[in-house]
């Protein structure tokens, strides 16, 4: 059998690491490029940003998006769990009370003599 706390923790242990060493990568690259740059994005202008601003201004905004899209999905999960476990519910009374019915049924029987 397998153990899935264990399993879940060294997944979460992964999913750190690899953030983390992410998050690493990111700075030295914004660190390398220190330069200030022209930003122009649709009707927007902006003058002398530097690199490292807009890098890690980038990397905030597309974390913030992971984030938010994680939640949705953990809601979708949880609402699609409750309503599973109602059925089972539904699903368990129904089997009861067909097996009253059945033993009823059974009880009401005369015996042969």
Same mark, same amino acid.
């Given at each position: 059998? &397998?153990n899935r $706390?264990?399993?879940i923790?060294? @997944? *979460? +242990? /992964?999913y750190?690491?690899?953030g983390? #060493?992410f *998050?690493?990568?990111?700075?030295?690259?914004a660190?390398q490029?220190?330069e200030? &740059?022209d930003?122009c994005?649709l009707?927007? +202008?902006?003058? %002398? &940003? !530097?690199k490292? /601003?807009?890098? =890690?201004v !980038?990397a *905030?905004?597309?974390?913030l998006?992971?984030?938010f #899209?994680g939640l949705?999905w953990q809601? $979708? @999960?949880?609402?699609?769990?409750?309503q /599973? %476990?109602?059925e089972i $519910? +539904? =699903?368990? @009374?129904t089997?009861?009370? +067909? %097996? %009253?019915? !059945? #033993? /009823?049924a059974? !009880?009401?029987?005369?015996?042969? #003599?």
């Open positions: 059998m &397998v $706390k264990g399993g923790a060294i @997944k *979460a +242990q /992964l750190l690491t690899l983390i #060493l *998050a690493l990568i990111i700075a030295i690259f660190i490029n220190t200030r &740059v930003i994005f009707i927007w +202008q902006v003058r %002398e &940003v !530097s490292v /601003l807009i890098i =890690l !980038s *905030a905004t597309g974390a998006i992971m984030f #899209l949705m809601y $979708k @999960k949880v609402k699609r769990i409750r /599973l %476990e109602a $519910k +539904q =699903l368990k @009374k089997a009861e009370a +067909q %097996e %009253e019915n !059945s #033993l /009823l059974n !009880s009401n029987r005369c015996a042969p #003599l």
